[in-house]
Every structure is written in C-alpha cells, then in structure tokens.
C-alpha cells in the first residue's frame, strides 16, 4: 500500500505560477510509476502529466504541453508538477496516482491504470 498526500494548490491570477507537491509514504521500495490528473466541476477526470519511475520518461496532455512540468525526486518520495502560465481553464482539483510497475521506463497516461490516488488540491485560476 502506497498513500498519497498533495499540497500546493490555491488560487493564482491568470499567468500566474503553482508547484504542487506529492509526498508518498508506505511501500515506497517499490518502483512507481507517477501521474497527475486533474478533475473539473461537471467534467471528467483527465489526464496531465506522467512520469517513468526512474525520471526519465514523461508525457503531458496537449493542453498542458509547454506549461507544466512534472519532476520526482526519488529520494524524498515526491513527485513535484510545475504549473506556469495558469490559466481559468486550469482550474480543477488535482490528484496525483500511482502505479507499482516493474520496468524503470515506463508511463502511464489513464486514471485505469492507476493503483493509488491521493485525495486532491484545488487549484483555481482567476480571469
């Protein structure tokens, strides 16, 4: 068992700048594949950003792409998204996820394939 705790989020002006942080805790001798999704009022959970366990893979949604980053230290247990250039459209709670994998490389982009969830941060983009 893995938990999932996020922080960083609030509320930021449009063009403005947020780093979430997810620290995990418990099984972390695994290897984890890590994500962070997004869910708005009335919309479905989607996806943001993924990273390989090892670092060195990740994927972004197009809407996100340029904008944010997603980084992990795996010393420290915690999977860090740098958010820029926010805009209205970026407001949701966000969730982090994990995934036990075997390989080093690989990510993974839908909530299915997630075995872990944190309880979310709001983040809110003022126009």
């Known amino acids: 068992q893995v938990q999932l705790v996020e922080s960083g989020g609030g509320l930021v002006q449009t063009g403005g700048s947020l780093r979430l942080s997810c620290a995990a805790s418990g099984r972390t001798d695994r290897r984890y594949g890590m994500g962070w999704f997004r869910q708005a009022p009335g919309k479905e959970r989607e996806f943001v950003a993924a990273?390989?366990?090892?670092?060195?893979?990740?994927n972004y949604a197009d809407a996100v792409k340029g904008r944010f980053l997603i980084s992990r230290d795996n010393a420290k247990n915690t999977v860090y998204l740098q958010m820029n250039s926010l805009k209205p459209e970026d407001t949701a709670v966000y969730y982090c996820?994990?995934?036990?994998?075997?390989?080093?490389?690989?990510?993974?982009?839908?909530?299915?394939?997630?075995?872990?969830w944190g309880q979310g941060t709001q983040v809110a983009v003022s126009s």
């Open positions: 996820a994990a995934v036990g994998t075997i390989t080093g490389y690989s990510v993974y982009t839908t909530p299915r394939q997630y075995d872990y």
């Open positions: 990273i390989s366990w090892s670092g060195g893979n990740t």
